[in-house]
């Protein structure tokens, strides 16, 4: 069985391991576009002012299984479903059995006059940060950054960059930071952190245009007219995914890739995995498209599987499952955090610089964000996943999160338990 | 693979083996001197009020490992040489809590190592035959067996249990 | 871990293990690990709300229930302890009070005065006018005055404020730590330590000082009271050890504290030789001693220690031992427990002390003779239920000189200066040929290995020419090693030290020097060193905390340790403990028990379990006080 992974991230990655595992004896080929070795895309924020965390870029050996071809710096040109192969951009041709979509996604710009264009960046790729910090470098540290998102990309591209030194606003559309991933009494939290650290923030408006002289970015303009000076502009407005090769291969799109339970994509021998995909949520049901590497991890891993000859059903992507630290402070959030005013049991509790959200449908946890004390979060994500009733025990788990009350009940080796 | 049951019956609630895991992560290894080292040192075992009994609560080492497959910088693996124990490298650790976020059993922490935050999660003690909260527990309510010798032991105390109903 | 350094101890370990005997060893082994909490002292148990625990690494809760913080709950834990050896030494001299009463009233005729001399001075000292009273009624005054110590009045303790230094009454009104009634400091310890009442630790820990203040006056009154009732101890030899016991003798060993019970039967017993001879027992009665009463007639009597505190097991497992007579303190339940496999008898003779598996004879002090012959025969009869089979007796014996209370210290110094006895003593401190003087008291502590503590600590302060005095269980370790000898002062004695060892010798009339360290007695004769001390303060015009003099209880076990340290403490005396107490988990409690209390009493805790840093430490005390004196 010759098997073809196009991508060499989270899920191309996860899926060679599942590959492996059920089939050793198969061929196993990753052809990427990208011509570094595989790398923790998470962590490129980190590089633009040298963090110690930047340091563990590249993944380590084991992030493969034996016996993988990598062909780095191949693009794809086509995909041909009937015939079974893949015709890369510099005439090569390669063969499959099963065929993976691991591409991934890319930033998405919204309408902006000027942008793309020099001085505006974007903090998707590896080569992505190299040409940033060479920006900045070039800039030097007196410039001026604005930030247009104010996302994880762009809170994380906002500290690095103001902790070289550069003054830094954020325009951020909706009405407070990360606002996918916190609420608003949540995000308060990390705002006063960010203001402290010298971070000027814009609610509520977008960027119109960016503005040039002798082709240098000199400031940027706000839907309200306002203009805001700059010497770089980072775009961090969010991913779309890469399913273009799909699209054009006549695979069921929308805007991702749309897969069955088992990942199968509209062609029985070809999958998909990761950002490309569009899966449901697992919370609300509707569909989406993930952005973290957490989901495209397990989402490879299935694929992989099924690739390989199994039948493991994916039950649906977190269309919310967030750790990050910023600014000192960890949140960790996951499912629905931003319910409907009815049919939803909202639970909060604010200490300090500790912030608990739990959102509970009827006797289950459906969403949660912890500011501070995130540790057991992990136990909200389960039971969220698993869908227990912890109805007695709602309150209980608003102040502290513990598997206690119902630890024989969950999946992993119940038998450790003896009453 | 040796693991740490609970006989749940037998917890008091003592903390002891709280005590002992952090002791053993400290820098003396000493309670009187422990207790006095900064950063303080973290236990990765949590004993927790469930439902009005106390229930410890211990890491696993699960074979489908969620904080393995999440870690992102590989900090986490999976020890080979010590029958697969599910440990950390404190220096790959980059203090993004997906691990805490994935694990359902709640059981790692945050600590602080050479002045970062990382991820705090059971070793089952590398310097020891046998865990320091096993061997700590005053009521042996943890158990350190192979599956099959625990399996054994609770098909034991079932029959007991059974033979004592009878007649 | 070695279990004992002495060989007699650890020949009867090979028997106990020989014989599937659990040991104090073998419990303490079982219990491990113990409860961290109750290690650093964050257990809390004084009410129904808890009990409650505070995490010593900070992440769980760091309060009790009702509040109370870590260094409250230590405080606490600690002044009840005090409270607890304050009660014991108290109730012991309490003992002696009233059997002191009841003979000024006939009630007790087998307690004479035996030292009248020490009855005046006593009252004197205590204000009561002699007035050319009979002895009667003078030892029924001096029992008033002692028993009134225990009552509410309003006058601070005469045992405690006609003995120290002015200097250091001084210092105990400024805090206001003097007590005024035992019992009544005992019972406001239990007060204010309970749910909801004195939650300042630094408080607490004063009102801690108060008590142990009380704990000093009651041991200073059993001292005087057991001197006037049964003598002052003079120079005695003896030998010490498990080889005191005899296999053809009917060998009572005398366990306990109070000599109103040892003493009686020591006296008894020398008129009882026949009828253990007619008995079988050739040999005749073999009285020995273990812990602090087997002190009292060692000096007294000269009768010689067979072993102490943490090896009191092992005396069972020789075989031979017919009877074990008890009182109070001290004293191992699990001794009946060994005495099953052996024929030995455990007695009981007090109504508050009872063990299960024991024989009790309530001791009556108004029958006291009689009461003796009663438990006496108990042990001729259980003579002839020996098995053979079980003899062991350890060949190991040491000599020991012991009988230095302070009078004999004081007869000894005036034998080289008859018109300034102290001369002699100041000008060898001030010369450097002693460099300064350490008292070790306390227990053996299972958790040590037995005596390692000791005797480390004795060569170490010896070999820098420090004098040194020992009380309890720690002189009985030196007693079972030799080193109550001028042999041991010949060997471990720095050239000044052995100077004087030597000088002072020659003039009282031994053949060769003093012993290497001076036994002053038991526990409660803590109290004669201090009078030593006082004598030399007095003498100079400093106060007690300028002196180049510590204290140090290497391998303390007992409430009463504690009771002790903290009253050496407030005395002025820097006071090593060698075995951490539960108070680690109090930082500030910690703190102000080793560094800020020197800024209040001039005294302070050094803790160290290893004897050689805890001798740099000490040396270094004695020198930042020589330094202080200018000597």
Redo the contacts between chains.
């Keep these: 069985m010759r098997h073809l992974i196009i991508g060499n991230g989270a899920a191309g990655n996860a899926a060679a391991h599942a590959i492996r595992r059920r089939d050793p004896s198969s061929e196993i080929t990753i052809v990427s576009d990208e011509p570094h070795a595989a790398y923790y895309r998470p962590l490129l924020p980190y590089l633009l002012h040298d963090a110690p965390e930047g340091r563990h870029l590249f993944r380590d050996s084991l992030h493969l299984p034996r016996d993988v071809t990598v062909q780095l710096g191949a693009r794809v040109q086509a995909v041909v479903p009937d015939e079974g192969r893949i015709d890369l951009d510099d005439g090569r041709v390669l063969a499959y059995d099963r065929l993976l979509i691991a591409t991934g996604a890319s930033p998405s710009l919204p309408p902006i006059d000027g942008v793309p264009g020099p001085g505006s960046f974007v903090l998707r790729t590896l080569d992505d940060a190299v040409t940033l910090k060479a920006s900045m470098a070039a800039a030097g540290p007196s410039s001026r950054a604005v930030i247009v998102g104010g996302g994880r990309i762009g809170t994380k591209v906002a500290l690095g960059l103001r902790h070289l030194g550069m003054a830094v606003t954020i325009v951020e559309m909706l009405q407070w930071i990360v606002p996918q991933q916190l609420d608003a009494a949540a995000a308060e939290i990390f705002q006063e952190a960010l203001q402290s650290q010298g971070i000027e923030m814009i609610f509520g408006r977008t960027v119109r245009a960016v503005r040039r002289q002798d082709g240098r970015v000199r400031g940027v303009i706000l839907d309200d007219g306002l203009e805001l000076a700059a010497d770089l502009v980072v775009m961090a407005t969010g991913v779309r995914p890469n399913a273009e090769i799909a699209r054009t291969a006549g695979l069921a799109t929308r805007r991702g890739i749309l897969v069955n339970r088992f990942l199968q994509t509209s062609h029985p021998h070809i999958y998909a995995a990761g950002d490309v995909v569009e899966t449901t949520d697992i919370v609300t049901g509707e569909p989406i498209v993930s952005g973290t590497w957490t989901n495209a991890v397990f989402m490879g891993e299935v694929a992989g599987e099924n690739m390989a000859g199994g039948s493991r059903e994916y039950p649906g992507a977190w269309g919310l499952l967030n750790a990050v630290e910023l600014a000192g402070i960890p949140v960790i959030s996951a499912g629905l955090v931003h319910p409907p005013l009815e049919g939803y049991d909202v639970r909060m509790r604010r200490r300090e610089r500790a912030y608990r959200k739990l959102v509970f449908r009827g006797g289950t946890l459906v969403g949660f964000i912890l500011v501070g004390e995130v540790e057991g979060a992990g136990v909200y994500t389960a039971i969220i996943r698993e869908r227990v009733d912890i109805s007695p025990w709602k309150e209980a788990l608003v102040e502290k999160s513990t598997c206690a009350p119902f630890v024989r009940t969950l999946r992993r080796f119940p038998e450790v338990y003896a009453a | 693979m040796k693991h740490i049951f609970v006989r749940l019956d037998r917890c008091t609630g003592c903390r002891e083996c709280e005590l002992a895991c952090a002791v053993e992560h400290s820098a003396s290894k000493e309670l009187l001197t422990a207790i006095f080292e900064t950063p303080p040192p973290r236990k990765r075992l949590y004993v927790e009020s469930g439902d009005g009994r106390s229930v410890p609560i211990l890491c696993r080492h699960c074979d489908d490992a969620p904080c393995l497959a999440a870690c992102l910088s590989g900090a986490i693996y999976r020890d080979r040489a010590r029958e697969g124990v599910v440990v950390q490298r404190a220096d790959k650790c980059i203090g993004c809590w997906t691990c805490i976020m994935v694990c359902p059993y709640g059981v790692i922490g945050r600590r602080l190592d050479g002045g970062r935050w990382v991820a705090a999660k059971c070793d089952r003690c590398p310097d020891r035959a046998i865990p320091a909260c096993v061997e700590a527990c005053p009521t042996k309510a943890l158990v350190y067996a192979e599956p099959e010798e625990w399996a054994r032991m609770a098909r034991r105390t079932v029959a007991t249990t059974l033979a004592g109903q009878e007649g | 871990m070695e279990r004992s350094l002495d060989i007699a101890s650890r020949t009867m370990l090979e028997v106990a293990q020989r014989r599937g005997i659990t040991t104090v060893w073998d419990r303490f082994q079982a219990q491990q690990?113990q409860?961290?909490?109750g290690?650093?002292g964050l257990c809390c148990r004084m009410c129904l709300q808890g009990p409650c625990?505070i995490?010593?690494?900070?992440?769980?809760p760091r309060t009790g229930t009702c509040g109370a913080s870590a260094d409250t709950i230590v405080a606490r834990n600690l002044a009840r302890m005090i409270a607890a050896g304050t009660a014991s030494h108290s109730g012991h001299a309490k003992h002696l009070a009233y059997t002191m009463l009841k003979a000024s009233r006939g009630e007790a005729p087998d307690y004479p005065v035996k030292d009248e001399a020490k009855l005046r001075a006593v009252a004197t000292r205590l204000g009561i006018p002699l007035d050319g009273k009979e002895t009667q009624t003078l030892m029924g005054d001096v029992a008033a005055a002692a028993l009134a110590e225990f009552s509410e009045k309003e006058t601070p303790l005469a045992w405690a404020a006609t003995t120290v230094t002015p200097g250091r009454v001084q210092t105990f009104l400024k805090y206001g730590v003097v007590p005024t009634s035992i019992d009544g400091v005992v019972a406001e310890v239990m007060h204010r330590t309970t749910y909801g009442t004195d939650a300042d630790p630094v408080n607490i820990l004063l009102g801690g000082v108060k008590c142990a203040l009380a704990d000093y006056a009651g041991m200073h009154m059993a001292t005087d009271l057991a001197d006037i009732l049964f003598g002052v101890p003079k120079p005695v030899v003896a030998r010490a050890n498990l080889g005191v016991l005899k296999a053809d003798a009917v060998n009572i060993a005398l366990h306990g504290h109070n000599p109103v019970l040892s003493d009686v039967i020591v006296q008894v017993a020398s008129e009882m030789q026949e009828e253990a001879r007619a008995a079988g027992a050739a040999g005749g009665l073999n009285l020995v001693g273990i812990c602090c009463t087997g002190n009292e007639v060692l000096m007294r009597h000269g009768i010689p220690p067979a072993t102490h505190s943490v090896s009191q097991e092992l005396a069972i497992l020789t075989g031979v031992l017919d009877a074990m007579v008890v009182d109070y303190q001290c004293i191992m339940p699990s001794l009946a427990n060994v005495a099953e496999c052996y024929h030995t008898r455990i007695v009981t003779t007090m109504p508050i002390s009872k063990i299960p598996g024991a024989r009790h004879v309530e001791f009556r002090e108004g029958h006291a003779r009689a009461s003796a012959r009663e438990i006496i025969r108990l042990a001729i009869d259980a003579y002839g239920r020996r098995d053979p089979a079980k003899v062991n007796i350890p060949d190991h014996t040491s000599t020991a000189l012991a009988g230095f209370s302070s009078e004999t210290i004081l007869g000894a110094l005036a034998a080289v200066n008859k018109e300034d006895p102290l001369k002699p003593l100041i000008d060898n401190i001030v010369s450097g040929n002693i460099l300064g003087v350490c008292l070790f008291a306390g227990c053996n502590n299972v958790r040590v290995t037995q005596d390692s503590g000791f005797l480390t600590l004795a060569k170490e302060l010896a070999r820098e020419n420090v004098l040194l005095l020992a009380t309890g269980c720690g002189a009985g370790a030196y007693a079972r090693h030799g080193l109550l000898t001028s042999d041991a002062a010949r060997e471990y004695a720095g050239p000044g030290l052995a100077e004087v060892l030597g000088a002072v010798g020659q003039a009282v009339g031994l053949d060769s020097s003093l012993p290497l360290i001076l036994h002053m007695g038991s526990c409660v004769d803590n109290t004669r060193a201090a009078d030593v001390a006082v004598a030399v303060a007095n003498k100079l015009g400093v106060d007690l905390d300028k002196l180049p003099v510590v204290a140090s209880a290497p391998e303390a076990t007992t409430e009463k340790a504690i009771a002790i340290g903290t009253w050496a403490v407030a005395a002025g005396l820097p006071v090593h403990v060698g075995v951490?107490p539960p108070v680690?988990?109090g930082p500030m409690v910690t703190k102000v028990l080793t560094e800020e209390v020197k800024d209040l009493f001039g005294g302070y805790f050094i803790v160290e379990p290893d004897p050689k840093a805890a001798a740099k430490k000490l040396v270094e005390a004695i020198r930042e006080r020589r330094s202080g004196l200018g000597i």
């Design positions: 690990p409860c961290g909490f290690l650093t625990r995490d010593p690494f900070g992440e769980g951490v680690l988990g």
